[in-house]
């Protein structure tokens, strides 16, 4: 069984739902971190969280709103989104403070916006 | 700023033949590390590698190994005697080392193993 497990594995929503994506990671982790897979491009990383604070957004339109209430649980709150936000988003943890780190990923939700 | 290329979109080889996966990467630090990763079609990236930028030795694990290769900024990664399971997307990543947990990653080469 994998240490990061994601909630729902496939999302279809229109463009004024709204949704939430949820991480949970088993490893003992202390960061947490959303990424989005779009098609023939790199993975793209949208928020870091260490010891549940927010220490990276990269540029992340307003309609993604990540929550981390505790360091095993992590929210993508998604509203109003557009066609092109359909992509496979990965949630990625890691144990911050020991180097070299490893992420540990989770399986994805695929998400549709119609 | 950090880049990962991997110029080889798509590969398909037959089964029991070595393949070659490229990685090219571009960074100012000195320091730094490489990865490797592997999708498979259920989705979750799966972590094969990391090497740190002062040890240039060559890896080998079983029938995997990864020629790094500092001086022309190169990380290629060798399945030999590939199997139809080692079909999946190959990710290049690299990484600051100290105080920054970003990974910045190559858009990926798909492999295919043809039985």
């Known amino acids: 069984e994998t240490g990061v497990t994601q909630t729902p594995r496939h999302l279809v929503m229109g463009m004024t739902n709204k949704k939430s994506l949820k991480c949970e990671q088993h490893l003992g982790h202390n960061a947490m971190y959303w990424y989005k897979q779009s098609a023939k491009k790199p993975l793209e990383l949208m928020f870091v969280y260490n010891f549940k604070e927010q220490t990276e957004n990269n540029s992340v339109p307003s309609r993604f709103s990540p929550e981390c209430p505790n360091s095993s649980h992590l929210f993508l709150h998604l509203h109003t989104l557009q066609p092109e936000d359909s992509a496979l988003y990965l949630c990625a943890s890691s144990q911050e403070g020991t180097s070299p780190y490893e992420q540990y990923f989770g399986p994805g939700t695929r998400l549709t916006v119609t | 700023a950090q880049k990962v290329t991997q110029a080889q979109t798509e590969i398909s080889v037959v089964e029991k033949e070595d393949v070659t996966l490229d990685c090219v990467y571009e960074t100012r630090d000195t320091t730094y590390y490489l990865f490797w990763y592997k999708q498979p079609p259920s989705g979750e990236l799966v972590f094969l590698i990391r090497?740190?930028?002062?040890?240039?030795q060559n890896e080998i694990s079983g029938r995997y190994s990864w020629n790094f290769q500092k001086s022309t900024s190169s990380f290629n990664f060798t399945i030999t005697a590939s199997q139809v399971v080692d079909s999946a997307v190959y990710f290049c990543?690299?990484?600051?080392?100290?105080?920054?947990?970003?990974?910045?990653f190559g858009t990926g080469t798909r492999l295919t193993i043809i039985p």
């Open positions: 090497r740190n930028s002062f040890d240039e």
């Open positions: 990543a690299l990484s600051e080392v100290f105080g920054n947990e970003k990974l910045t």
